[in-house]
Nanobody
């Protein structure tokens, strides 16, 4: 099994940037398709971005498209989420997740399709 640990969250003003990291241990991260999800207080966990095992395919939620970039460094066993032009509505706990099973592009955005999760990192965007 792979263990995932997120870092890089914090408090930032609207318009600012943060880079989240997700470090994997226990297994090589190149075995897993990876995603970032977020959960705001009182809301369900939602898809943010996903990346294929090689990094050649990425998808984003419409709400973050053009502002967030997901990437991975397989030799470093790490996945990143670069977040620019942050908005107060981006405030949430951000989770990285991994899946080794085959799934479709649509399923890649489904929170229930991921088997491995980190504990999350808080991102707060102030006005």
């Amino acid at each position: 099994q792979v263990q995932l640990v997120e870092s890089g969250g914090g408090l930032v003003q609207a318009g600012g940037s943060l880079r989240l990291s997700c470090a994997a241990s226990g297994r090589t991260i190149s075995d897993y398709k990876m995603g970032w999800f977020r959960q705001a207080p009182g809301k369900e966990r939602e898809f943010v971005a996903r990346i294929s095992r090689s990094g050649g395919i990425t998808d984003y939620a419409d709400s973050v498209k053009g502002r967030f970039t997901i990437s991975r460094d397989n030799p470093k066993n790490t996945v990143y989420l670069q977040m620019n032009s942050l908005k107060p509505e981006d405030t949430a706990v951000y989770y990285c997740a991994g899946n080794a099973r085959p799934f479709t592009a649509a399923q890649a955005m489904d929170v229930t399709k991921y088997d491995y999760w980190g504990h999350g990192t808080q991102v707060t965007v102030s006005t």
